[in-house]
């Protein structure tokens, strides 16, 4: 079992940056690949960023390309969203989900039914 709590959401003015983190208590951080999700009003979740188990793989959505970075530390047991250039389409609900990667050191997932576990998620509202 692992818990994971999101913290550094909020409200921002479009063109702004936020810094989401991830983190992680129970077993071995280093064990899992791990995921950033939204979920906007009236929509589905969507993939936003995924980084493998070994931190050398990030896969990102074309949406937040450039924008958007994908991190973690392994030694504090988090994982991080740096957010920058921020639009109104990024307001959403943001997760962050952990995923049992076993073996598989450099791969990264961006299917949401591929992970084990969930945070609560964090607001990030974009004003214009």
């Known amino acids: 079992q692992v818990q994971l709590v999101e913290s550094g959401g909020g409200l921002v003015q479009a063109g702004g940056s936020l810094r989401l983190s991830c983190a992680a208590s129970?077993?071995?951080?280093?064990?899992?690949?791990m995921g950033w999700f939204r979920q906007a009003p009236g929509k589905e979740r969507e993939f936003v960023s995924s980084?493998?188990?070994?931190?050398?793989?990030?896969e990102d959505v074309d949406s937040v390309k450039g924008r958007f970075t994908i991190s973690r530390d392994n030694a504090k047991n988090t994982a991080y969203l740096q957010m920058n250039s921020l639009k109104p389409e990024d307001t959403a609900v943001y997760y962050c989900?952990?995923?049992?990667?076993?073996?598989?050191?450099?791969?990264?997932?961006?299917?949401?039914?591929?992970?084990?576990?969930w945070g609560q998620g964090t607001q990030v509202t974009v004003s214009s």
């Open positions: 989900a952990a995923r049992e990667a076993g073996s598989f050191w450099s791969t990264t997932y961006s299917a949401p039914g591929l992970y084990d576990y």
């Open positions: 980084i493998s188990r070994s931190g050398l793989t990030i």
């Open positions: 129970g077993r071995t951080f280093s064990s899992y690949a």
